[in-house]
Structures are given as structure tokens and as C-alpha cells.
């Protein structure tokens, strides 16, 4: 069965003390991997979205890396603002290649805190 | 990135009573859109994909009777939760699809609360 593993639950960091989360998935087929960050009480925020093992995106202090099996959120020198639930998800596209109904799974999730 | 309204943000209503939550595309039409329902400290769970147009589509144990979505045009999509229930209370979450069909953008959420 297709499934998404985030690993740690929670974290707790020291301002400045940089770490990793790690979503690993049993996909057959991976057309997208996802990360988002949400915090208490909101919707989720898009942070990225990667296609390929290999393939790394970058956005201020987040790093996110994809291979075959699991994909890390980077987390470089972390502020206290950074704290939140960070959620990765995997796309199952279904309606046939191309088709715009891609469907969304989620992990879920691990919630960092970034101590001052 | 693309912005996805929803409304409203937060509810408290009787049990026995329908309750609508709607969900917009504020600066791009979506064709697709998603809802989903999150527990504490849970994931998110698929509900239901609507298509503009016709008829949604409901993940397997979400009874569409309950659960009504409308996406009547390519900017807007509702949820109807019909003759709630205190197990119904939920925080509700919609998505749609950008416009480059590479990415969803959320919502802000809707909190139910049935009392």
C-alpha cells in the first residue's frame, strides 16, 4: 500500500541550531513530492514541490532533497518563526497522464520548535 | 503564490443544522478542487475532489449525502455539512489547483464546531 512516513514527529531546536526532517514514501510511481509548512489553526502553506531524485530547491533558510525513497527538508540555522507543523505529501495523479486531477497524501507531519 | 479564500474562517452551530463552507480561487480559476478534514494532530484526509462542472468525486467512508460540494463556477467551490453531528466537528481545509497544475494552494481553514 502507497504510504508517506515523516520522521521525527516533533523536534526541538535551539535558535541557530540547524537539522533535517525526513519523509520517506512507498510509492509506485511518484509523480510529485510536496512540502508544506501549516501553522496552528491555518491551511497549509506551499513551500515546494520536487519531480525527480536528484533534485534539491532552496528558499531562504529551507532545503528540500528528493531520492528514490525519501525526500529531507534541510532546515539551516533556524529562528523562532521558522516553528510549525511541516507537512510532505505525494502526488497520486490519476485521470491518466496529463490529467489535471492529481490527488494529494499527506503525512503526518512533524512539528518543529525552534526555542530562542 | 497563488490565494485560495475560504469562509468562514470558524463556526459553532447546533446539532441537526447545515452548515456551509465555501472556498475560492481569488486570483486564478481553478478547475480543480479539493477538500479535506483534519483532526488534532492528524493528517490530512481527502474527502472529496470537485470538478467545475460535474459531479465531485468522494475518497472511500466520506458519505456524499453528508458532504455536499457544489463547484459551480471556476473560482468558487462549497461544502455543505448536512444535519451535523458533534462527531462532524473538524477543522475543514479546501485546496484548488494552480493555475500551472504543478502545485495546490490551501485555504485558511474553517473550524467546526457542532454543539
Known amino acids: 500500500e502507497d504510504q508517506v512516513t515523516q520522521s521525527p514527529e516533533a523536534l526541538r531546536l535551539q535558535e541557530g541550531e540547524s537539522s533535517s526532517l525526513n519523509c520517506s514514501y512507498t510509492?509506485?510511481?511518484?509523480?510529485?513530492l510536496f512540502w508544506y509548512r501549516q501553522d496552528p489553526g491555518k491551511g497549509p502553506e506551499f513551500l515546494f514541490t520536487?519531480?525527480?531524485a536528484g533534485e534539491e530547491k532552496e528558499k531562504e533558510r529551507l532545503k528540500a532533497t528528493l531520492t528514490k525513497k525519501e525526500s529531507f527538508l534541510h532546515i539551516t540555522a533556524p529562528k523562532p518563526e521558522d516553528s510549525a507543523t511541516y507537512l510532505c505529501?505525494?502526488?497520486?495523479?490519476?485521470?491518466?497522464?496529463?490529467?489535471?486531477?492529481?490527488?494529494?497524501?499527506f503525512g503526518k507531519g512533524t512539528l518543529l520548535t525552534v526555542n530562542p | 503564490g497563488a490565494v485560495v479564500s475560504q469562509h468562514p474562517s470558524w463556526v459553532i452551530c447546533k446539532s441537526g443544522t447545515s452548515v456551509k463552507i465555501e472556498c475560492r480561487s481569488l486570483?486564478?480559476?481553478?478547475?480543480?478542487m479539493f477538500w479535506y478534514r483534519q483532526f488534532p494532530k492528524q493528517s490530512l484526509m481527502l474527502m472529496a475532489t470537485?470538478?467545475?462542472?460535474?459531479?465531485?468525486?468522494?475518497e472511500q467512508g466520506v458519505e456524499k449525502d453528508k458532504f455536499l460540494i457544489n463547484h459551480a463556477s471556476l473560482t468558487l467551490s462549497t461544502l455543505t455539512v448536512t444535519s451535523a453531528h458533534p462527531e462532524d466537528s473538524s477543522f475543514y481545509i479546501c485546496?484548488?489547483?494552480?493555475?500551472?497544475?504543478?502545485?495546490?494552494?490551501f485555504g485558511q481553514g474553517t473550524r467546526l464546531t457542532v454543539v
Open positions: 510509492v509506485s510511481g511518484l509523480r510529485g
Open positions: 486570483d486564478f480559476q481553478a478547475t480543480t
Open positions: 505529501a505525494y502526488d497520486e495523479r490519476v485521470g491518466g497522464s496529463g490529467g489535471s486531477n492529481y490527488k494529494l497524501t
Open positions: 470537485s470538478n467545475e462542472g460535474s459531479k465531485a468525486t468522494y
Open positions: 485546496s484548488a489547483a494552480g493555475p500551472k497544475n504543478t502545485e495546490a494552494f
Open positions: 520536487l519531480y525527480s
